[in-house]
């Protein structure tokens, strides 16, 4: 477990998981808009997947573009097997930090 | 090259596409562009969806170069202080210090595009950006700066030496912030594209030669 997730490097990752064979860089940057709820720059996208990919997290592919980006090609990403690996332990220690927690905040609340 | 009427201002997609690593700047340009058409110009109109646009051309040279600003912005800030205050020892590597972090930054842009016109374009960036803040810094701090200097005996031997009859300290030296700002407007500039061509050059031709060299 030698390289934690940051909260949006999942979100990000999550992203191209969902999306499955239509991830690329703009549905990415919806999926993670609407998630999160908030504003995200499509450069911080762009970073964040150009570093998992650094990581061997995920890996990239370019396909065809569409009318709408006057033809431009869409790079499409997919989650390699250290990716699911990395979204796991940090899914595990997210857990581990929150174990105990819920009852005590139920405590305090009520 | 014409502008498409439902097209962000060439001139930031030119800079955009510049600034983008080769291999990344088509499928990134046609993510931004997709945005652009497809959500900021319903709901923003014609002129804030190019705002957007030029905002999100600004983060992507941001997000590469923030680097050599912060330290082009910290050593500025450094020489002009000690300018200020007359501690003599650094007071003429500033400058040199500031065209060797231009060229690095340059460099880095060549390289990382491949390009020789993004190291150009990294070069006159980051000189344009420093200037304004050297504008606003200076116009910021001439004032309390001017209450120390009107003790030291170099800045009132270079007001004796220099100022009108009848000019006061404050005049003068609120005079000299405005002189040094058109001059360093100047230098930059010239600095921003000797720099960046430089810098552009080696730097894409470096890249060029590294890849070959691992193929």
Known sequence: MADILGAFEQAVLLAVLRLDEDAYGRAILRDVQSRLERDVAPGAVHATLERLE???????????????????????????PAGV????????????VWRG???????RSS | ???????????????????????????????LLEAYRDEHL?????????????????????????????????????????????????????PIAAVLVILAASLQGG???????SGLLTGIATCMLLWLFMAAWWMTT?????????????????????????????????????????MSALALSMSGVLAGLIGGVVGSIARRLYLRSAA
Do not use: C
């Not at chain 2, 009427?5 to 088509?26: G, M, N, Q």
């Not at chain 2, 600004?58 to 170069?65: E, I, L, N, Q, T």
């Not at chain 2, 390289?111 to 016109?117: D, E, Q």
């Not at chain 2, 007001?159 to 405005?178: K, L, Q, R």
């Open chain 2, 111 to 117: 390289w990382r595009s491949r390009r020789m016109s």
């Open chain 1, 101 to 107: 927690v819920g009852r005590l905040l139920k405590a």
């Open chain 2, 42 to 94: 319903p709901a923003r109109g014609r002129l804030g969806a190019d705002w957007w646009y030029l905002r999100q051309v600004a983060f992507v040279f941001a997000r590469s170069y923030w680097f050599w600003l912060a330290a082009l912005i910290a050593l500025f800030v450094i020489s002009d202080v000690t300018n200020a205050y007359q501690f003599a020892a650094s007071r003429n590597v500033g």
């Open chain 2, 1 to 31: 090259m014409k502008r498409n009427a439902a097209s962000p201002p060439v001139w930031t997609e030119w800079v955009l596409v510049a600034l983008l690593p080769e291999d990344r700047a088509e499928s990134e340009s046609g993510d």
């Open chain 1, 54 to 80: 650094q990581k061997g997290f995920v890996t990239s592919r370019v396909g065809g573009g569409t009318a709408i980006r006057d033809g431009r090609a869409r790079r499409f990403y997919r989650v390699e």
């Open chain 2, 142 to 182: 001439w004032y309390p700066f001017s209450l120390v200097q009107q003790g030291e005996p170099y800045w009132i031997s270079a007001w004796h030496s220099s100022a009108a009859p009848g000019e006061t300290f404050t005049h003068w030296i609120f005079w000299d912030n405005v002189g040094a700002t058109i």
């Open chain 1, 85 to 96: 690996r990395a979204l796991d332990d940090a899914r595990y220690s997210l857990d581990r």
